[in-house]
C-alpha cells in the first residue's frame, strides 16, 4: 500500500478511530483485545476501524509470538503537516507580519 | 482492567518513490546523509562491530552541541534491506545516561522504484531519547525526530531537494 493523503484524512474522519489513535499515542504495541477493552463496541467493530488505519499507515502491525502488536505511525501525519499546514500557517504568519509591518508605518 | 507491559517501541513506516537501493545510500552515505534533515553527515562502517558516528554542524555546535552527536555500533547490515545498529544520543546528560538503544532500519521494494522503510527504534529504558526522537516543536523548529527525518528523507529522494534547503 503506497501512502495516499486521501486513505488518511478519511481515517482521521472518525471519532472512534482518532480515539484508537490516541490510546496508541499514549501507549503503543497494544494487541486488538487491549484496544478492544477501551471501547464500547464489538470486536469485529474495532477491527474494521483498525484496518482502515493500517490501510491509511497510521498504524503499523507487528507481530510478536502469537500476538499481533499495533503500533502508531506518526509518519503519515507529519507529511501532511510538511506538505499542507506549513504552507498555510506559513502564510498566516507572513500576513501578520505584513499588518504589523503596516500598522507600525502608519504611525 | 488490562494487564499489559507497556511496550516501548516506537515504529515509523513510510513510503519512498525511489529504489531500494538508492534509499539505503540516502540512509548510509555520508555523502547523502548529510543533505537532509538535521544535514549532519553520518558514518556507517558497515560490518558488524563497526562504529556510527554523526557529527555535528557547525551552526549546531554554534548552538552549543557536542562535535560527536550520536554514536553507536552495527550489529547487523545486510544492504541494501537490513540494517540493525546500536544508537547513543550524546547531545543531553539525560540522554547520554540512558546509553544505547537499538535501531532497525528495513527497506522493502514495495514494487520498482517504490521502496516501503520501516524504523524501528527500541527506547526501553530511555524515555528521553524517546521524547527527543518522537519530535518536540519546543525543542527543535519543525518538530525534529524520526517522523520529520524520514518525511524530509522523503522530499529529498523524490525533489532532489530537502525541506530545509
Known amino acids: 500500500?503506497?501512502?495516499?493523503?486521501d486513505l488518511v484524512f478519511k481515517a482521521l474522519a472518525d471519532p472512534t478511530r482518532r480515539f484508537l489513535l490516541d490510546a496508541l499515542f499514549t501507549r503503543d504495541g497494544r494487541t486488538l483485545t487491549e484496544l478492544e477493552s477501551e471501547l464500547d463496541m464489538t470486536r469485529f467493530g474495532v477491527?474494521?476501524?483498525?484496518?482502515v488505519l493500517e490501510d491509511a499507515g497510521l498504524v503499523v502491525t507487528r507481530r510478536s509470538g502469537r500476538e499481533k502488536l499495533h503500533f502508531l505511525n506518526p509518519v503519515p501525519i507529519r507529511l501532511i503537516h510538511d506538505r499542507w499546514i506549513d504552507k498555510f500557517t506559513a502564510h498566516q504568519v507572513a500576513a501578520l507580519t505584513d499588518l504589523k509591518n503596516t500598522l507600525e508605518d502608519t504611525q | 482492567m488490562t494487564i499489559s507491559?507497556?511496550?516501548?517501541v516506537k515504529v515509523h513506516?513510510?513510503?519512498?518513490?525511489?529504489?531500494?537501493?538508492?534509499?539505503?545510500?540516502a540512509i548510509t552515505?555520508?555523502?547523502?546523509?548529510?543533505?537532509y534533515a538535521y544535514h549532519a553527515p553520518s558514518q556507517y562502517d558497515l560490518r558488524p562491530g563497526g562504529l556510527y558516528?554523526?557529527?555535528s554542524t557547525p551552526e549546531m555546535q554554534?548552538?552549543?552541541?557536542?562535535?560527536?552527536?550520536?554514536d553507536g555500533e552495527v550489529i547487523e547490515s545486510e544492504p541494501?534491506?537490513?540494517?540493525?545498529?546500536?544508537w547513543r544520543a550524546l547531545f543531553t546528560p539525560e540522554t547520554v545516561a540512558e546509553g544505547f538503544t537499538r535501531l532497525t532500519w528495513e527497506l522493502d521494494e514495495e514494487r520498482p522504484g517504490v521502496t516501503r522503510l520501516t524504523v524501528t527504534h527500541d527506547v526501553e529504558n530511555a524515555p528521553n531519547v524517546a521524547a527527543s526522537t518522537t519530535g518536540d516543536a519546543k525543542l527543535h523548529e519543525g518538530g525534529g525526530g524520526w517522523a520529520w527525518i524520514l518525511s524530509d528523507l522523503k522530499t529529498f529522494l523524490e525533489t532532489g531537494q530537502s525541506i530545509q534547503g
Open chain 1, 1 to 5: 500500500m503506497v501512502h495516499d493523503d
Open chain 1, 47 to 51: 477491527m474494521k476501524h483498525l484496518r
Open chain 2, 5 to 8: 507491559t507497556q511496550t516501548t
Open chain 2, 13 to 25: 513506516r513510510i513510503y519512498i518513490n525511489a529504489p531500494v537501493q538508492k534509499v539505503w545510500d
Open chain 2, 29 to 35: 552515505d555520508p555523502a547523502w546523509n548529510g543533505r
Open chain 2, 53 to 55: 558516528a554523526v557529527r
Open chain 2, 62 to 70: 554554534a548552538h552549543g552541541a557536542p562535535e560527536l552527536l550520536i
Open chain 2, 80 to 86: 541494501p534491506t537490513r540494517l540493525v545498529q546500536t
